[in-house]
């Protein structure tokens, strides 16, 4: 299984635009228009009014001005992009697909490149990628942008100093791509150990420079590499995660997320064995455990089961595909000083469980639905944009009257209005109705600039049946 911010070019603002018919930049320096328009006609002088210019003088010619500052004049290789979009990535959103990019230029991969407005008004600075959907990422909305180390210490000092209370020391995201200031690359603190992920191969052209920097300043016993550039298949098998500075990590690494252990292999292909980005989920689902039977599905490596059995669960069930899922969820019941048989665990698909619980009229209080955005198992595939209505039909058939059921997708091209939707049409077909009775998403650790959609790909409904 994989998760987290997997980010698809799907924003339904960029499909307003197609690549203009532009003639495609022969190498010559690029120029803006000039800072100043051309002297307008003149006006009579208002009576009475000051200025000491005679009566009937032309006025002087104005600057054009975007938020009082004249257009500076741009010379050299820049990109100029539709005004609708100028005004998303005023608003912070990070990318600007190719669709939208209206002179390309054949620059090489990482340069820092001025993007302007029609008009000419600089917005910022973004990095080059010659390939893909993204062609640029913007780094930068000042007027002036050098992308060096020691722009990167800053950023890096700046990123550390805004996770503070209630992000856990030991298991936390310290760098959350472009929200910090470092384009398609994550890193994640797991105990003494730092986890970068790379989103993009933008990442590529920095990372040599960042690497030390993340020693210097974080201390870390090693550094580690996942490579996400990749789309998961679900017979995806991919090499283990690159060591790229520092000491060998051990198989296992014990964490603490409030007070809970956890044990993380942060050499592991896809994901360590804990989910940085559903610590809140897991908090909500911990607070309505109490006095409640609980089946988590898609269980993984058990963390909501442990939240529960802390939280006053009277029981806690587990269903997940993987069997290895189930003894790692024991060990962090052992690390936890919990009962390591405390968790009723069965291995098998979902959907075939879920179908065999309803026609024994097995039902539970509190039902968590965290499924993978998709997966394979024995010939069966599930994924999130299609099926995930199917999945709440089956999961209402195993909720008590009056239950609760905690649904949770990842899936970045399943939007916040699709997901309700699949959701309410799940619960539908069953013949059940629900309402939604909390919600919550990315903890304070996986920040996401305003305007960036994209970035908010997690949701968490809390839901009550009758």
Same mark, same amino acid.
């Given at each position: ?13 960029? *499909? ?12 010559? =320096? ?153 384009? /398609? ?42 490579? *996400? ?7 995806? *098998? ?21 007070? +809970? ?10 994901? =360590?064995? +804990? ?29 909501? /089961? ?53 026609? *024994? ?10 499924? =993978? ?23 209402? $058939?195993?909720?008590?009257?009056? /239950?609760?059921? +905690? ?7 399943? /939007? ?24 919550? $998403? ?15 790909? +997690? ?8």
């Amino acid at each position: 299984m994989a998760r987290g911010p997997v980010f698809f070019a799907t924003s339904w603002r960029y *499909r307003l635009f197609s690549a203009a018919a532009m003639p495609p930049n022969d190498g010559r =320096p690029l120029r803006t228009r000039p800072a100043t328009r051309p002297a307008e006609p003149s006006r009579p002088q208002r009576r009475g009014g000051g200025g000491g210019g005679a009566a009937g003088a032309e006025a002087p010619p104005r600057r054009r001005t975007q938020g009082g500052h004249p257009r500076p004049a741009v010379r050299g290789p820049h990109v100029k992009v539709p005004h609708e979009v100028a005004r998303l990535l005023r608003a912070g959103h990070p990318w600007v697909f190719r669709n939208a990019v209206l002179r390309p230029l054949a620059l090489p991969e990482g340069a820092v490149i001025p993007v302007m407005d029609l008009d000419g008004y600089l917005i910022g600075h973004g990095l080059h990628e010659p390939e893909g959907a993204i062609a640029i990422r913007m780094v930068s909305l000042a007027p002036e942008f050098e992308w060096n180390e020691a722009e990167m210490l800053a950023r890096v000092r700046a990123a550390v100093r805004r996770r503070g209370t209630g992000v856990p020391a030991e298991a936390c995201r310290l760098i959350h791509a472009e929200a910090d200031g470092f384009p /398609g690359l994550a890193v994640d603190r797991l105990g003494s150990y730092l986890l970068v992920y790379k989103y993009g191969k933008i990442a590529e052209t920095y990372l040599d420079a960042l690497v030390p920097i993340l020693e210097q300043e974080l201390k870390p016993a090693g550094i580690y590499l996942q490579d *996400r550039i990749r789309g998961v298949t679900p017979d995806d *098998r991919r090499p283990p995660a690159f060591h790229l500075a520092g000491k060998a990590a051990p198989p296992e690494v014990e964490v603490d997320e409030d007070g +809970l252990k956890f044990l993380v292999d942060v050499t592991a292909p896809v994901s =360590p064995g +804990l989910f940085l980005d559903l610590r809140e989920g897991r908090r909500l689902f911990e607070a309505w455990s109490r006095g409640r039977s609980v089946c988590n599905l898609f269980s993984f490596t058990g963390a909501f /089961g442990l939240r529960a059995l802390r939280g006053g669960a009277t029981s806690v069930t587990h269903v997940d595909a993987a069997a290895r899922s189930h003894a790692r969820c024991r060990q962090n019941l052992s690390a936890s000083k919990m009962d390591p048989e405390a968790i009723e665990a069965i291995t098998g698909d979902a959907f075939a469980l879920l179908e065999k619980f309803r026609q *024994r009229g097995r039902v539970w209080d509190l039902v968590i639905v965290d499924p =993978p955005p998709f997966s394979n198992v024995k010939g069966s595939t599930f994924s999130a944009l299609k099926d995930y209505g199917e999945l709440m039909r089956a999961v209402a $058939g195993v909720v008590g009257p009056g /239950g609760h059921v +905690l649904a949770i997708s990842n899936a970045v091209r399943l /939007g916040e209005e699709e997901f309700l939707l699949a959701v309410g049409e799940g619960v539908h077909a069953a013949g059940r109705a629900a309402r939604l009775v909390g919600e919550c $998403g990315l903890p304070p650790d996986f920040p996401v600039p305003p305007a960036f959609i994209e970035g908010r790909y +997690l949701k968490i409904k809390l839901l009550q049946f009758d």
